[in-house]
């Protein structure tokens, strides 16, 4: 199992969850009568949503032509647990709640357009360097 191989495994289960979260918050936004304009954000997590449905897409077609096929998807109190079977030898991969949290995070704030996690630490660090400095 190769490097880039692993990494279409992660990606296959982030996307995944990802998807499931965008249009599960789409569902909730159209129904909850909360928003004066639920269309707006509709809209924008629908677009997050489509984009993560043509990157799973990819990765699905990557994962067959490397002859990896994902057999199941374990959720427990640690994290994800992802079996497989790579040119038929069963595999592995487990991802800690933390780590696969924020990598969610980050992909679903750049799937969504959003400011990356890093410029908002980036900002908040210089913010804290000012004060010190002040």
């Known amino acids: 199992m190769t490097q880039e191989e692993l990494s279409l495994v992660r990606s296959y289960l982030l996307l995944t969850f990802i998807h499931k979260v965008f249009e599960r918050d789409c569902r909730v936004i159209g129904k909850s009568g ?5 269309q707006l954000y509709m809209e924008l997590v629908s677009t997050g949503a489509k984009k993560t449905s043509l990157m799973l897409k990819e990765v699905k077609r990557e994962l067959e032509l490397h002859d990896l096929r ?12 992802a079996r497989y079977h790579c040119r038929e030898c069963p595999g592995e991969l487990n991802i800690l709640w933390p780590g696969f949290r924020r990598e969610m995070m980050l992909r679903m704030r750049a799937y969504l357009g959003l400011a990356t996690e890093f410029s908002v630490l980036n900002r908040e660090e210089h913010a804290e360097q000012l004060a010190m400095i002040l």
């Open 34 to 38: 909360l928003f004066k304009t639920p």
């Open 70 to 81: 994902i057999v199941t998807i374990l959720q427990d109190v640690q994290g994800v647990v």
